[in-house]
């Protein structure tokens, strides 16, 4: 029977997520909680496959509307479809509901999770194989409170992370410079990347961007909003570092405009905003074809997205920046997973087990439900 058994049932559970701390970006904030959309799909044969949908409604979209995405136009593509049928489910997803990228993803994920269960697989295997055992991990600093962060960082050292992510454009220029004078002064070993995510206007842009490359981060994330390809282009031509764009680029046909115009030198790759895992591995392989580097981003994720994000990173040799996989150990007061997400010493540790390797906890999922539906 194998791949052509059908998918009999999908459930669908709205989380929220208790967080340990406040997080600043230059679009918003999150506090307080994050909520996420956890589906599962089930074979004729019992096996069950998971996925995750992490929108950001200021971001991707709201969980509302990722939530409905799935519920009234994506199930009935998937439920009763033969479970080898990802291509063409994935394919009809795409037409019926525009944007919803994290809820396709979500789908994408349970289908390789469920396919690689019952071929007693790693879901890396069905993504072109693993290219890599480790992936280098990225923590990001974005707690408006500094000796909040301060707390992060001495435990992130502890750990053995060696990346961090300096969240930046929320507050005043001074305050970015502060904490890197401090990152540089007093956390000597990180490797230090600042993102602004879309925070900086056009005209404050040039100057500030510019100061903030003195400090040689390794790169300089999306300074202005993502429509603002012309400014992109111009800040790249006059930066002694990288650029990078995120907002800026969700799936292949954000990517062919970005070469084109010339916005950035590398790209952060999200499955979120993709829209599937291979039409992520499509964006970091058109990011090398042109000579533009790649690294692993996320969203405000649980470690079932993690998982999801690992696996494409383990077969996608043209992401050589690391990955942003913290939330699970670092964010969430409490992750999905019936086991921790794998990080030692500042490493994301590819599982090797059949599907996505590790299942979420069933009484975690229905305690932070603000919503389940089960059909």
Same mark, same amino acid.
């Given at each position: 029977?194998?791949?052509?058994?059908?998918?009999?049932?999908?459930?669908?559970?709205?989380?929220?997520?208790?967080?340990?701390?406040?997080?600043?970006?230059?679009?918003?904030?999150?506090?307080?909680?994050?909520?996420?959309?956890?589906?599962?799909?089930?074979?004729?044969?019992?096996?069950?496959?998971?996925?995750?949908?992490?929108?950001?409604?200021?971001?991707?979209?709201?969980?509302?509307?990722?939530?409905?995405?799935?519920?009234?136009?994506?199930?009935?593509?998937?439920?009763?479809?033969?479970?080898?049928?990802?291509?063409?489910?994935?394919?009809?997803?795409?037409?019926?509901?525009?944007?919803?990228?994290?809820?396709?993803?979500?789908?994408?994920?349970?289908?390789?999770?469920?396919?690689?269960?019952?071929?007693?697989?790693?879901?890396?295997?069905?993504?072109?194989?693993?290219?890599?055992?480790?992936?280098?991990?990225?923590?990001?600093?974005?707690?408006?409170?500094?000796?909040?962060?301060? =707390?992060?960082?001495?435990?992130?050292?502890? @750990? *053995? !992370?060696? #990346?961090?992510?300096? /969240? +930046? %454009?929320?507050?005043?220029? $001074?305050?970015?410079?502060?904490?890197?004078?401090?990152?540089?002064?007093?956390?000597?070993?990180?490797?230090?990347?600042?993102?602004?995510?879309?925070?900086?206007?056009?005209?404050?842009?040039?100057?500030?961007?510019?100061?903030?490359?003195?400090?040689?981060?390794?790169?300089?994330?999306?300074?202005?909003?993502?429509?603002?390809?012309?400014?992109?282009?111009?800040?790249?031509?006059?930066?002694?570092?990288?650029?990078?764009?995120?907002?800026?680029?969700?799936?292949?046909?954000?990517?062919? =405009?970005?070469?084109?115009?010339?916005?950035? @030198? *590398? !790209?952060? #790759?999200?499955?979120? /905003? +993709? %829209?599937?895992?291979?039409? $992520?591995?499509?964006?970091?392989?058109?990011?090398?074809?042109?000579?533009?580097?790649?690294?692993?981003?996320?969203?405000?994720?649980?470690?079932?997205?993690?998982?999801?994000?690992?696996?494409?990173?383990?077969?996608?040799?043209?992401?050589?920046?690391?990955?942003?996989?913290?939330?699970?150990?670092?964010?969430?007061?409490?992750?999905?997973?019936?086991?921790?997400?794998?990080?030692?010493?500042?490493?994301?540790?590819?599982?090797?087990?059949?599907?996505?390797?590790?299942?979420?906890?069933?009484?975690?999922?229905?305690?932070?439900?603000?919503?389940? !539906?089960?059909?």
């Amino acid at each position: 029977m194998d791949l052509d058994q059908k998918i009999t049932a999908m459930k669908l559970w709205h989380l929220s997520l208790p967080v340990l701390s406040r997080r600043d970006h230059g679009i918003g904030t999150v506090e307080g909680a994050c909520e996420i959309i956890v589906v599962s799909l089930t074979s004729e044969g019992g096996h069950v496959g998971w996925g995750e949908a992490s929108p950001w409604s200021v971001f991707t979209g709201s969980p509302e509307a990722s939530f409905a995405a799935l519920d009234r136009y994506i199930r009935p593509l998937v439920v009763g479809r033969r479970i080898g049928d990802r291509a063409a489910i994935m394919g009809d997803a795409a037409r019926a509901v525009a944007h919803a990228t994290e809820a396709k993803t979500a789908v994408d994920t349970a289908l390789l999770d469920l396919t690689g269960q019952i071929l007693n697989t790693p879901a890396w295997a069905l993504l072109g194989g693993k290219c890599r055992e480790t992936i280098p991990l990225s923590v990001s600093i974005a707690d408006p409170d500094f000796d909040n962060d301060r =707390r992060l960082l001495d435990r992130l050292v502890e @750990d *053995g !992370v060696g #990346i961090v992510k300096l /969240k +930046a %454009g929320f507050k005043d220029h $001074a305050f970015d410079t502060m904490r890197l004078n401090a990152l540089a002064k007093d956390y000597p070993t990180l490797s230090v990347r600042v993102d602004f995510n879309q925070g900086l206007s056009i005209d404050e842009a040039p100057s500030r961007v510019a100061d903030i490359a003195e400090f040689e981060p390794d790169f300089i994330e999306q300074p202005v909003r993502h429509t603002q390809f012309a400014m992109m282009a111009r800040l790249r031509e006059m930066l002694k570092v990288p650029l990078l764009a995120d907002e800026s680029v969700f799936g292949p046909e954000d990517m062919t =405009r970005a070469v084109q115009e010339g916005i950035c @030198d *590398g !790209v952060s #790759i999200k499955a979120m /905003k +993709a %829209g599937s895992l291979s039409r $992520a591995q499509e964006v970091a392989k058109m990011a090398a074809a042109n000579g533009l580097s790649a690294y692993g981003g996320d969203m405000f994720e649980a470690g079932l997205a993690h998982l999801a994000g690992t696996h494409m990173i383990a077969a996608t040799p043209e992401i050589t920046l690391g990955c942003e996989f913290y939330q699970a150990r670092y964010f969430l007061k409490q992750d999905i997973l019936e086991t921790p997400f794998p990080v030692k010493d500042g490493q994301v540790i590819v599982p090797n087990d059949p599907g996505l390797g590790i299942k979420p906890d069933i009484d975690r999922l229905n305690h932070a439900a603000v919503t389940k !539906v089960a059909a």
